[in-house]
Nanobody, 119 residues
Framework: QVQLVESGGGLVQTGGSLRLSCVAS????????MGWFRQAPGKEREFVAS????????YSTGSVKGRFTISRDNAKNTVYLQMTGLKPEDTAVYYCTAGPNIGNVNAYWGQGTQVTVSS
């Protein structure tokens, strides 16, 4: 079982930046691929980005490429999502996830953190 706790959400203006953090409570953090999903009001949950267990490989959805960067620190059991150039359409609850590989990171979910981008 992996417990995930996100932090770093908040209110930011268009064009601003935020860094989300997610701490995992597991002794085997480095064996999990990690990811971020988001869900905007009235919309389905969507994949944002994922990172391999060692951090060498990352994927991200097209709408955030060049703006969002996923990274991890295995020594701190933490995964990050650095978000820049934020837009109102990035407003959503952001969820940290974990799974067995970079293509399957939705085995475990955090409780989510709200990101609101004002226009």
């Amino acid at each position: 079982q992996v417990q995930l706790v996100e932090s770093g959400g908040g209110l930011v203006q268009t064009g601003g930046s935020l860094r989300l953090s997610c701490v995992a409570s597991t002794r085997t953090f480095s064996s999990y691929a990690m990811g971020w999903f988001r869900q905007a009001p009235g919309k389905e949950r969507e994949f944002v980005a994922s990172i391999s267990w060692g951090g060498r490989s990352t994927y991200s959805t097209g709408s955030v490429k060049g703006r969002f960067t996923i990274s991890r620190d295995n020594a701190k059991n933490t995964v990050y999502l650095q978000m820049t150039g934020l837009k109102p359409e990035d407003t959503a609850v952001y969820y940290c996830t974990a799974g067995p590989n970079i293509g399957n990171v939705n085995a475990y979910w955090g409780q989510g953190t709200q990101v609101t981008v004002s226009s």
